[in-house]
Every structure is written in C-alpha cells, then in structure tokens.
C-alpha cells in the first residue's frame, strides 16, 4: 500500500496563475483533509471531505477550491496564487469516525 | 487563546534521558488526543493515541492524559538522537467531527 500519495512535490507559480495539488489514497478511508504548514503557525485546516460527495471549510478557506473525486482522490485547487498562499500543502485521510489521520508527503508550493 | 499550546523549545535532553513533552489544550470535552512527530522537511507521523486518562505506553513512548488538567503529555524513554524531531500535539474538540486541532509543536533535540 502507497498510504496518502501527492502530487506535484514541488511547485512555483507566479502570482496570479492557478494550479491543483492531487491527492490520493488507497487505504479505503472514508474522510480525507487539505492542511497547510507555516512557520509559527502549526498545520491549519483548509478544507476537508468526511465521505464522498461533501466537502465542507476549515480554518483557512479562502483563495482555495477543492474537489472529492471519488472515495481515493480530493483535489486542492488554488485559481489565482498569491504569495500567501507559499507554504507546505498536507493531504490527509482517516476512516469513518476516527481520528487517527494520516498524512501524505506534501508538497511544497512558492508563489513568488 | 490557542485551542492547543504547546512549548515551541526547543527541548534538548542528552542521549538515554527522558524527554517530557507537554501540551494544553482549552476545550474541555475533548474526547482524543494525538501525538505526531515530524522530521525535518517530511510530513507528520502518527505515534500515540490516547482517549483514557492515565497512561498508555508503547514501547519506548508513554503518553499521559488528565482530562480534569486538560493536559496530555508524551514521555520518551532512553531517547535517542534519532529521536529528534518536532512533535505535534493533536486533539479532537468537541462536536468537530473526525476534525482534528494541532498545537504549533515542541523542537526535541537529542544531544549525543
């Protein structure tokens, strides 16, 4: 088993282009998260999915869009980057009402 | 106030010591609690759960919970330098789902 796997590792936009962070797992987890980790700041929660088909906001919602696919994949999308939003991007998944989430390998974003 | 605290250090013990690692947290009905570890430029691993109060341990790792103090803690046995490491503190609030709160984590360093 892969666990959480994402996509792309490493990105640097230019202020204003869009790009979309995948994320997918194959552990059969019902509930699946977009965290973001800034200096100082801890992991803040951006979005998250508890099953397929809803999608609900987090801590830090705003300038992002995202999309459950299907039960494996939940797409982050940013459709104008600023530079803010350059920061470490964590997708997450968990099952069905338990806590016990884990974490894909992240990706490292820079909008300059 | 933060929903979670923790110590930023960091925390540097000698090689075989024990590490005590803290963490606080404001709501008073949380249920979970978690604690992560995350190396430098990786993503956060799962370590120990705990839901009880008192102590639970796993193999060099206790963790210890006082819901009453609205304290969990994380020991660490003869730590190692492999040991070093930030570590999260993780809790499920009340009435949040399968969402999880982090504090900013503690920097342990383990001197050889």
């Known amino acids: 088993n892969a666990g959480v796997t994402q996509t792309p590792k490493f990105q640097v936009l230019k202020t204003g282009q869009s790009m979309t962070l995948q994320c997918a797992q194959d552990?059969?987890?019902?509930?699946m998260y977009w965290y973001r980790q800034d200096p100082g700041m801890g992991l803040r929660l951006i979005y998250y999915?508890?099953?397929?088909?809803?999608?609900d906001k987090g801590e830090v919602p705003n300038g992002y869009n995202v999309s459950r696919l299907n039960k494996r994949e939940f797409s982050l999308r940013l459709e104008s980057a600023a530079p803010s939003q350059t920061s470490v991007y964590f997708c997450?998944?968990?099952?069905?009402?338990?806590?016990?989430?884990?974490f894909g390998p992240g990706t490292r974003l820079t909008v300059t | 106030q933060k929903e979670v605290e923790q110590n930023s250090g960091p925390l540097s013990v000698p090689e075989g010591a024990i590490a005590s690692l803290n963490c606080t947290y404001s709501?008073?009905?949380?249920?979970?609690f978690f604690w992560y570890r995350q190396y430098s430029g990786k993503s956060p691993e799962l370590i120990m759960s705990i839901y009880s109060n008192g102590d639970k341990e796993d193999g060099r790792f206790t963790a210890q919970l006082n819901k009453a103090s609205q304290y969990v803690s994380l020991l660490i046995r003869d730590s190692q330098p492999s040991d070093s490491a930030t570590y999260l503190c993780a809790v499920n609030p009340n009435n949040a789902g399968n969402m999880l709160t982090f504090g900013g984590g503690t920097r342990l360093m383990v001197k050889p």
């Open positions: 709501d008073r009905v949380s249920q979970s």
């Open positions: 999915s508890a099953s397929e088909g809803t999608t």
């Open positions: 552990m059969n987890h019902n509930s």
């Open positions: 997450a998944s968990s099952e069905a009402w338990a806590y016990e989430q884990y």
